[in-house]
């Protein structure tokens, strides 16, 4: 009897037990979706069209994060991890490469693309800094393309360009 009587009295009083409670809906802003644009199996295509590499990006930890997997032809492949936090309004990128590059990046979504610089990295400052962006071109590819800046960010230079297609 005392165990009917606890959750009824509970349930008068307008409290529901922390066990049947529904979790609240994590990562469901449209900031948490603004790169939403990039998932997908992609095979990935220099400005010339020759195919470079393939690439996977998948939604994982309940659509709060987006993680890479990046397979060039001839070199070392690598993977990122990708998430928005609230906090700072802010999208962030964990990359590991297999050349060795180990890089944070951190940045937002405005105007259609989305910009992430790079805060900490394994090259050499004399390296320069890199920013990359990403945007949704028209026929549904994603073109991407890392620059660089040696002075201070004054100037950039565009290091690579790849246009994302889908592939599946």
């Given at each position: 009897m005392r165990r009917?009587?606890?959750?009824?009295?509970?349930?008068l009083l307008g409290i529901t037990p922390v066990a049947a409670q529904k979790p609240a809906a994590a990562c469901t802003s449209p900031a948490h979706h603004a790169f939403d644009f990039w998932v997908g199996q992609w095979e990935v295509t220099d400005t010339g069209g020759h195919v470079v590499g393939k690439s996977t990006i998948e939604r994982i930890a309940a659509g709060c994060v987006i993680t890479e997997h990046w397979q060039p032809f001839g070199s070392p492949d690598?993977?990122?991890?990708?998430?928005?936090?609230?906090?700072?309004?802010?999208?962030?990128q964990q990359w590991v490469g297999g050349g060795g590059w180990?890089?944070?990046w951190s940045g937002s979504f405005?105007?259609?693309?989305m910009t992430m610089t790079e805060t900490e990295s394994s090259l050499p400052a004399a390296a320069g800094r890199n920013r990359m962006n990403w945007t949704l071109l028209p026929d549904g590819r994603v073109?991407?393309?890392q620059e660089n800046s040696k002075d201070g960010e004054r100037t950039w230079i565009t290091q690579f360009v790849g246009y994302y297609r889908k592939t599946g």
């Open positions: 009917l009587v606890v959750p009824m009295m509970l349930s690598g993977a990122s991890i990708n998430w928005y936090t609230v906090d700072d309004s802010t999208w962030h180990i890089a944070r405005r105007g259609g693309v073109k991407q393309w």
